[in-house]
């Protein structure tokens, strides 16, 4: 069994981490549709393909499908089981449209025009927000080129708090040699209280 193999090769030069296994683990047993907004990059390719070869999730790269084959290709990474949207496309109108429309709907209170929406389509993230806020993706990946205060206040805007809920807030998790940390909120709550 070569999976149990590689374990132990890792266990023993202590590169093993059984808390990062386990999030692989999980994630390969229901692989998720991810979009990969700032797909043009080469470490979004790299984090694609590596998605695909251990199975934890369906990327989905936003992008123009010549440019993205193309660096891929400069680069030796594979391209197969990576699914390809051109959002900018004459065939994504209707999606864009559509999206555009949701989105119009759910702000329609803050004066939000259906023709703002239906712009705002035609950026990278706005598109990704919406296909996870439609259901046409689990989750979405950014944040390599934007301001990170920026993205968030994209995510509020198009996806929301979730109701019940006042606050985001974020965690980071730090692989150590003295083992794992997490660190939360490191971003967003100055001074949280119990309501954070």
């Known amino acids: ?3 149990e193999y590689s374990e132990i090769l890792r266990e023993r030069m202590g590169l093993d981490n059984k808390m990062l296994r386990r999030f ?15 797909s043009n990059h080469l470490n979004m390719l790299k984090a694609a393909e590596t998605c ?15 440019k993205i084959a193309s660096i891929a290709a400069e680069n030796q990474i594979s391209l197969e089981g990576v699914e390809i949207v051109n959002l900018r496309h004459d065939r994504e109108e209707s999606r864009r449209l559509h999206y555009a429309k949701l ?4 702000r329609s209170r803050e004066g939000y025009t259906f023709q ?8 990278r993230d706005s598109f990704g927000m919406m296909m996870v806020e439609s259901g046409d993706a689990d989750a979405l990946i950014t944040g390599v080129f934007g301001k990170y205060l920026d993205t968030i206040n994209l995510a509020k805007d198009i996806i929301g708090i979730r109701e019940g809920l006042n606050h985001i807030g974020a965690m980071h998790i730090v692989n150590s040699k003295r083992g794992v940390l997490f660190l939360a909120d490191t971003l967003f709550n100055r001074h949280p209280n119990s309501d954070v």
Do not use: H
């Open 1 to 3: 069994d070569w999976e």
């Open 24 to 38: 692989y683990d999980m994630a390969k047993q229901t692989p998720k549709r991810v979009v990969f907004s700032e």
């Open 52 to 66: 695909v070869n251990e199975g934890i999730c369906y990327p989905v790269l936003l992008g123009n499908e010549e």
């Open 103 to 106: 989105l119009s709907e759910k």
């Open 116 to 123: 703002e929406a239906a712009e705002q389509m035609f950026n």
